[in-house]
């Protein structure tokens, strides 16, 4: 049962708060509490205080939240501006307090006032953001590929496009990355905005002592013509078995623009002499790295989870922002009981597949939960699944499959990032 505990501060803290802070987030990531002058250079270097709250209980921190600027891409590639959570903790001693609840509603509040149309969070444990009106919008698939049995021709050598694969430097990847991503991610709906910092972390420009930077093995597929479509990132294990090579080939993420650039590297790594494991990286669920493999049997999902949580902030503008691939119309009673997002909506899809969206007093065809209304917004989900499963109500008959019809998409949303 939550004791609420009204002797807490809840705000966000000053510069010289964040040495005891990043000791609260410590704690309650339960990893050593001691902090260094390279974490708080490190930490002090990206994170705006206004928007790093503590909370205080006397003078100690017990509990840390952090947001940040993100863009979000929607079905049909249009960015969404997201108000990006991380690094939520209470410290054991001061957990179930509704510590996490006051923080939530205080970021969630500005990130409203600011015009942010969406939140979204990667979730540590799933049952944590439900009740603050965030949804699951994608899901992620790890698979272990079995090389030998894959069937793959073991002479392979390169790709047979005329495009070409290069080992390239953290220097080149600082370069080329950065672009092609931005690429990458204005096509896939799911797919967040990265910092620069996230790729000096990924080149080893940024490392702090407490997780020691190991280089991986960098790969760039060129087409034919010469353009960078495709880059990877990977480490091997250095195992042996019987005088035999067994490594293990972990992806930290592959990222492509195409199709011939996105098999290539999946057939570079599966012919990696010693290699005899590939073990993917977080995946979108509708990945095609198993369809690669003359054998898809070889692949084998190690993981699979719920990824990126979307928390909808505007019904209108973001439901607006997305293209639909059909016509129709539609008739929503959003719930969102303690947040800004409830109401009725009526949406109407026009036949280039634009969006208006309004307030309306027209009956409701499909009541739902805004949680549920951000599982169904990236695509992913279907309305008939989730009346199946009594989370959404059809006030129409046939609304859910109208509500898919519109919202639902043949290709699957992905975030490819941890943040
Ligand atoms: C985006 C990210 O950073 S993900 C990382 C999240 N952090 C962690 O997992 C670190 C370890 N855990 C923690 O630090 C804490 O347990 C937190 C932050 C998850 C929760 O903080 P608390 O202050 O205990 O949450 P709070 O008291 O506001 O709880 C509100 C409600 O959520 C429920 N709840 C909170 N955490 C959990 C959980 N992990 N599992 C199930 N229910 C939970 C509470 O029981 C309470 O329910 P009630 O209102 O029905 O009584």
Redesign the pocket.
């Known amino acids: 049962?939550?004791r609420p505990h009204p002797d807490i501060d809840i705000r966000p803290i000053d510069e010289d708060e964040i040495p005891d802070w990043i000791r609260a987030l410590n704690t309650?990531?339960?990893r050593s509490p001691g902090v260094t002058e390279d974490e708080i250079a490190d930490r002090r270097s990206y994170i705006e205080p206004s928007r790093t709250l503590g909370?205080f209980d006397g003078g100690r921190c017990v509990?840390t939240?952090r947001s940040f600027e993100q863009q979000l891409t929607a079905v049909g590639g249009a960015a969404v501006r997201a108000d990006a959570?991380?690094?939520?903790?209470?410290?054991?001693t001061?957990?179930?307090?509704?510590?996490?609840?006051?923080?939530?509603a205080e970021d969630l509040g500005a990130a409203k006032e600011r015009g942010d149309v969406v939140a979204t969070?990667?979730?540590?444990?799933y049952?944590?953001?439900g009740?603050y009106g965030f949804g699951p919008a994608t899901w992620m698939t790890e698979w272990t590929v079995d090389v030998p049995r894959a069937g793959l021709d073991a002479r392979w050598s390169g790709p047979e496009d005329g495009g070409r694969i290069d080992l390239v430097d953290r220097e080149d990847v600082r370069k080329l990355g950065p672009e092609l991503y931005e690429r990458v991610r204005r096509s896939q709906p799911g797919a967040v905005s990265r910092t620069r910092r996230w790729w000096e972390i990924e080149t080893g420009a940024v490392h702090l002592d407490r997780a020691p930077w190991v280089e991986p093995f960098f790969s760039v597929y060129r087409s034919a013509t010469g353009e960078v479509e495709g880059m990877a990132a990977y480490t091997c294990d250095d195992r042996w078995e019987d005088k035999q090579p067994a490594e293990t080939a972990k992806v930290k993420w592959l990222i492509a623009t195409t199709a011939a650039a996105e098999r290539a590297l999946w057939r570079h790594l599966c012919s990696i002499d010693w290699v005899t494991k590939v073990r993917s990286g977080w995946r979108g669920p509708d990945d095609l790295l198993p369809f690669y493999l003359p054998d898809p049997r070889a692949a084998r999902v190690t993981t699979r989870a719920d990824w990126l949580w979307v928390r909808i902030l505007d019904v209108v503008r973001a439901l607006e922002a997305r293209t639909y691939d059909r016509a129709g119309a539609l008739v929503l009673e959003v719930v969102d009981a303690a947040g800004p997002a409830g109401g009725r909506y009526r949406l109407e899809v026009a036949e280039d597949g634009r969006a208006s969206c309004a307030a309306t007093t027209q009956n409701a065809e499909l009541t739902l939960g805004v949680a549920d209304l951000a599982t169904l917004w990236l695509g992913d989900e279907s309305a008939v699944r989730l009346a199946a499963l009594g989370r959404v109500q059809e006030d129409r008959a046939g609304a859910g499959r109208m509500a898919d019809a519109l919202l639902h998409t043949s290709g699957r949303p992905w975030c490819p990032d941890m943040f």
Do not use: D, K, Q
């Open positions: 049962m939550t309650g990531f339960l909370a509990g939240f959570v991380t690094n939520v903790s209470v410290t054991a001061h957990r179930r307090r509704g510590i996490l609840t006051r923080m939530m969070l990667i979730a540590a444990e049952p944590i953001y009740r």
